[in-house]
């Protein structure tokens, strides 16, 4: 698939003396056969995913309370970030074959040039998930997103069960979601109230 | 993510052409695109001066390496570890004798071979001296 129409070009908005600090947080674990490694967390131990509000393509606003009672892959992405475009057939995958499961992939891009640099890209890519455009008040809310691609993997409680920070396998997202998949139906069944933090 | 060490002092008349070498370094892993990327999506590295007595004839960037990354069907076009830049500037004719600072801008985007980091700008003061 070739990306080469969508072309790009960023204004000064940041400066660079966040990134190394993120950098060296990951760097004891940098390559995708460590990170791949991480599980997700017992029910107890996760927190609770931050509520936002963003805008679609459609200018719809979404909030993530909407998906409340479902399954949630949320993925900080961007259009010049090239080991993001690996995932993104994966998370199409996911979305067609699990979305009738409680499921749902919502896309939140980085790209600074907005819905100019996204719309195209969605659109070539054939993406048939939710897209959303982010800003740096969701990255903070998410911890300070400087890394790209950034996944969070969200139960059907609301609560942060992983997180994938670069590029890892496609195996291990599956195997994540499976887990969630499995654990959140009892949860469900059990009649757990389902939660979402919101942000203030 | 990418440092710079701060070009030599300038120290020149009016009219005459001097030039500024600002050197860069990455750590081990990682790249930034070149000036020059292969893919259109990608962001290129830029540098810019600010509007000064010191006015910019050419920026100079080294040579790209072509490196293949698991994420590009094709290979990327990149610098790491340390490289240099200069940049040929023209003291303008009208330019006040004495000391100054000229601030540079360099715009980049870098990444790993398995995440990428959001675009940043890095300033690099040049400092000169116009007889």
């Not at chain 1, 993997?153 to 942060?160: C, E, F, M, P």
């Not at chain 2, 701060?6 to 930034?32: C, D, I, M, W």
């Not at chain 2, 810019?48 to 990327?76: A, C």
């Not at chain 2, 004719?93 to 000229?102: E, F, I, L, Q, T």
Request: charged residues 20%.
């Amino acid at each position: 698939m070739s990306y080469k129409t969508l072309g790009f070009f960023h204004s000064i908005k940041k400066t660079g003396w966040a990134v190394p600090a993120i950098a060296v947080l990951i760097g004891a674990c940098s390559t995708p056969a460590c990170r791949s490694s991480s599980r997700v967390k017992a029910s107890g131990d996760r927190k609770p995913a931050p509520d936002f509000s963003l805008k679609d393509a459609d200018g719809k606003t979404v909030q993530l309370s909407d998906y409340r009672g479902k399954v949630v892959l949320l993925n900080f992405w961007a259009t010049w970030c090239g080991p993001c475009k690996i995932e993104i057939p994966w998370f199409i995958d996911f979305e067609r074959e699990h979305k009738d499961q409680g499921f749902a992939v919502v896309g939140i891009s980085m790209d600074e040039d907005g819905w100019q640099a996204v719309r195209p890209f969605i659109s070539e890519a054939g993406i048939n998930y939710r897209v959303l455009l982010g800003n740096d008040s969701i990255s903070q809310l998410y911890g300070g997103v400087e890394a790209l691609p950034t996944t969070f993997l969200i139960d059907r409680d609301g609560r942060i069960a992983s997180v994938h920070e670069g590029l890892v396998s496609k195996g291990t997202y599956e195997h994540d979601l499976e887990q969630l998949f499995q654990g959140a139906s009892g949860a469900r069944a059990s009649g757990v109230p389902v939660v979402v933090a919101r942000a203030n | 993510m990418l440092t710079a060490a701060a070009p030599q002092k300038v120290t020149a008349r009016r009219n005459q052409v001097v030039e500024a070498r600002a050197s860069f370094q990455l750590p081990g892993g990682y790249h930034v695109n070149s000036n020059t990327p292969n893919e259109d999506y990608l962001i290129p590295l830029r540098l810019k001066w600010e509007q000064g007595p010191l006015v910019t004839v050419e920026v100079v960037y080294p040579k790209p390496e072509q490196r293949n990354y698991s994420f590009s069907t094709k290979p990327v076009s990149v610098f790491t570890g340390s490289f240099q830049i200069v940049t040929k500037f023209k003291v303008a004719a009208n330019a006040p004798p004495g000391p100054g600072v000229v601030v540079g801008k360099v715009h980049y985007q870098a990444c790993s071979e398995d995440t990428c980091y959001r675009p940043a700008t890095l300033e690099i003061p040049l400092t000169y001296e116009i007889h």
